[in-house]
């Protein structure tokens, strides 16, 4: 079983929906969970922070944490065609060293006008 | 404006040829990082850097070299020993400290074989 999985997409999604995107992870040690958004041909740009369990919601985008179940979202609501990008998780456990972010595979996500 | 500059945006490299990747930022950061990303693949750690003059081992270190001489630099080498270099490479940087950091990213350099 991979440390993370992230289901690939593509997502196709009619302006104005709300998208949920989704990661699953296996180590119960993780505690820092990010979110990042890549543009083709771009570097990722860092979205959402979040550490241990709960939500965090910062204007469009809500970021939800379940520890118990090992399983974060991106929620992204009113979405827009500039929201089209490939969606990155990431996650670290912090064992003292930096060098210790898993990312998932990310997420193709397409908002149709 | 603070940020991570990666150069160039793309590149060629010959066989048998080694190549280098520059990453500058001014952002203060410590900590520096170097990931590969493939098609359809996440982001794999090649090297990492916390301090000047000192760096570690990513997952995928084979056939790669880095230095950090200056605090604002982490220049990549993909050598001849990398047998299948052409990806998308990434530069990050973090403040080091209690408790985790986010990382912060450049916008890439893509390596191609000729």
């Known amino acids: 079983q991979k440390e993370v999985e992230q289901d690939p997409g593509p997502l196709s999604v009619p302006e104005g929906a709300i998208v949920s995107l989704n990661c699953t992870y296996s180590n119960s040690a993780f505690q820092y969970f990010m979110w990042y958004r890549q543009y083709s041909r771009k570097g990722p740009e860092l979205l959402m922070y979040?550490?241990?369990?709960g939500n965090k919601e910062d204007g469009r985008f809500t970021a939800q944490v379940d520890k118990s179940s090992k399983y974060i979202s991106l929620f992204i609501r009113d979405s827009q065609p500039s929201d089209s990008a490939t969606y990155l998780c990431?996650?670290?456990?912090?064992?003292?060293?930096?060098?210790?972010?898993?990312f998932g595979k990310g997420t193709k996500l397409s908002v149709k006008p | 404006d603070g940020g991570i500059t990666q150069s160039p945006k793309y590149l060629f490299r010959k066989e048998g040829q080694n190549v280098t990747l520059s990453c500058e930022q001014n952002?203060?950061?410590?900590?520096m990082y170097w990931y590969r990303q493939d098609p359809g693949q996440g982001l794999r750690l090649i090297y990492y850097s916390q301090i000047v003059n000192d760096f570690q081992k990513g997952d995928i270190a084979e056939g790669y070299s880095v230095s950090r001489e200056k605090k604002e630099s982490f220049p990549l080498t993909v050598t001849s020993a990398q047998k299948n270099p052409t990806a998308f490479y990434l530069c990050a940087s973090s403040i080091p400290g209690r408790g985790h950091q986010p990382q912060h990213f450049g916008d890439g350099t893509r390596l191609s074989i000729l």
């Open positions: 979040t550490y241990s369990s």
């Open positions: 990431a996650m670290s456990d912090y064992g003292g060293s930096q060098g210790n972010l898993i």
């Open positions: 952002l203060n950061h410590d900590a």
